[in-house]
């Protein structure tokens, strides 16, 4: 047998030897460009730079995203507080007029004395349920006279106190704050004979001097660089008798 050339005496081949394994660490198949089982260098760089890149991206989206939906709260929260405050308005300007079988009309212009000591011509109608929004001391009462007004950094007040208080006619009324947010206030006369509105920033007399109901009253909102004019149209007592 000839075992340096692998071929035995009777000339068969003989069967080569088991190689032995590779030794070799995983490092070497990305080392190797002619691998099929690894990638380059230049690759996992490429690759890195893109998930920086998209990373950037994403980060610049959120953060626009966030900047954006920051600025429009502050138009809908204003856009809300206008509307909530008009609605209160109206419905407590409603909730003051009965139907009576005179027509009766329970608004009116009263010389209202304030807290701070001051006298003011404001518009003037009574509850006589009251309102959630009047925080008493003690027990709540009915028939409470109230007058809007407006109070320069102040905003919209709602000035009132009950006609069952023992104080009634020697002490102002209380002050409550209905909105921060209302820098003016002005009324809207409508006259028949020219079939035309008329705006004032008072309330108006007539050639007797006596007072005029205005027919709808104008809320100004302001805040930050953000206005809004809400109008309301005052409420006029039933002719009819009411329905029980």
């Known amino acids: 047998m000839n075992l340096g050339s692998g071929i035995s005496d009777t000339g068969r081949r003989l069967p080569r030897p088991p190689q032995p394994r590779s030794n070799r660490s995983p490092l070497a198949a990305i080392r190797n460009p002619k691998s099929q089982f690894g990638f380059t260098l230049l690759e996992l760089l490429l690759s890195l730079a893109l998930v920086g890149m998209l990373l950037v991206a994403m980060n610049q989206f959120i953060f ?21 405050v008009t609605r209160f308005v109206e419905r407590t300007l409603d909730s003051t007029v009965l139907p009576t079988a005179q027509g009766l009309q329970s608004l009116s212009i009263q010389e209202i004395r304030t807290p701070d000591g001051d006298t003011d011509d404001l518009l003037t109608f009574e509850l006589p349920k009251g309102s959630h929004v009047l925080v008493w001391g003690d027990t709540p009462l009915p028939d409470v006279v109230c007058s ?7 905003g919209l007040i709602l000035y009132w106190h009950s006609q069952f208080e023992t104080h009634f006619a020697d002490e102002p009324p209380r002050a409550t704050v209905l909105s921060p947010l209302v820098t003016a206030i002005s009324y809207d006369y409508y006259n028949a004979g020219f079939d035309s509105w008329q705006n004032y920033p008072t309330l108006q007399r007539d050639s007797s001097g006596r007072w005029q109901l205005p027919t709808r009253l104008r809320l100004q909102f302001t ?22």
């Open 223 to 244: 805040y930050d660089r953000m206005t809004r004019e809400t109008i309301i149209t005052l409420p006029v007592a039933s002719q009819a008798l009411p329905l029980f």
């Open 148 to 154: 809007l007004g407006l109070r320069q950094g102040q």
């Open 64 to 84: 626009s995203m966030g900047e954006l939906w920051g600025r429009g709260t502050d138009v809908r929260l204003f856009e809300r507080h206008v509307r909530a």
